[in-house]
């Protein structure tokens, strides 16, 4: 009942996909993958007038779930595309924390290990006063941090590492994502050179850019394999308390 949570230095900076891959590739090595997500803003409707999360339907299936079980894998779904705080005030939905860590637990307790994505940025709020951080140190999970080597990110990765630890959280490191090997230049490695001399903690991969066909077909296996090759999955397991190869 191991579980890893994954914030970023802002949302949009690909949480889902690195949390996507990070559960595809610990599947792979045959390990029973939960994934968990406390609450999905931007939902759309289906036919039936359902909210459903693009977030948690990509989550599960890299975790090898079944479409049914999307509400195991998400607790609140919203449909305006605010911070849960406030899609849930103009919905009407009175989101409970207990609620978020219960739903959480019993995904932990049921998988080995699970991969528990954020809301937007570290200190996003889920109520107006229970933030992500809060989330993520009720559930006592250490957490990565999704970066981009673009301008001003190193600010972001120091802000949200000195925060998180600030507030009890144990960070495991970076992954950089939509990490580009042949457009590699002095921003790209001064970044990756600054994330960790500022804040002393590893980069633990640089995620590159997946094809639209790979991510619509949520080819899993191949996903995993992406993963394997570009992430170090054994220091992550490691750092989590899991067993490696
Ligand atoms: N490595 C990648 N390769 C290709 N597309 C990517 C990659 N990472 C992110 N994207 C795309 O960028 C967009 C944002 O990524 P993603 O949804 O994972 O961000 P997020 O941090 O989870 O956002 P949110 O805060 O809304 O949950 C998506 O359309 C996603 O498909
Ligand atoms: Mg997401």
């Given at each position: 009942m191991l579980g890893i949570g994954i914030t970023a230095t802002?949302?949009?900076?690909g949480k889902t996909i690195v949390s996507g891959a990070l559960a595809a590739a610990i599947r792979q090595r045959g390990y029973q993958t939960g994934v968990y997500k406390p609450a999905a803003s931007g939902c759309v409707r289906n036919s039936e007038g359902r909210l459903l999360s693009t977030d948690a339907e990509f989550l599960l299936r890299c975790a090898g779930m079944?479409?049914?079980e999307h509400d195991q894998v998400v607790r609140y779904v919203l449909?305006?595309?605010?911070a849960p705080a406030e899609a849930s005030r103009l919905a009407g939905v009175d989101i409970k924390p207990r609620q978020m860590v219960a739903g959480a637990e019993k995904m932990l307790h049921s998988h080995q290990l699970s991969i528990v994505e954020g809301v937007?940025?570290?200190?996003?709020?889920?109520?107006e006063d229970y933030l992500v951080k809060d989330f993520f140190k009720d559930l006592q999970l250490p957490v990565i941090i999704v970066v981009k080597a673009v301008l001003g990110n190193v600010n972001h990765a120091l802000l949200t590492a000195t925060y998180a630890q600030m507030h009890g959280l144990k960070v495991l490191g970076f992954i950089v994502n939509s990490w580009d090997e042949q457009a590699v230049g002095v921003l790209e490695e001064s970044n990756l050179y600054y994330y960790e001399k500022l804040t002393?903690?590893?980069?633990?991969g640089k995620l590159p850019v997946l094809s639209p066909k790979l991510l619509d077909g949520f080819d899993s296996r191949t996903i995993a394999e992406i993963a394997e090759a570009h992430i170090d999955i054994d220091k992550i397991l490691k750092l989590a308390g899991g067993n490696t190869k």
């Open positions: 802002d949302t949009e900076m079944e479409p049914s449909e305006a595309a605010l937007g940025g570290i200190s996003a709020p889920l109520t002393g903690l590893p980069i633990l």
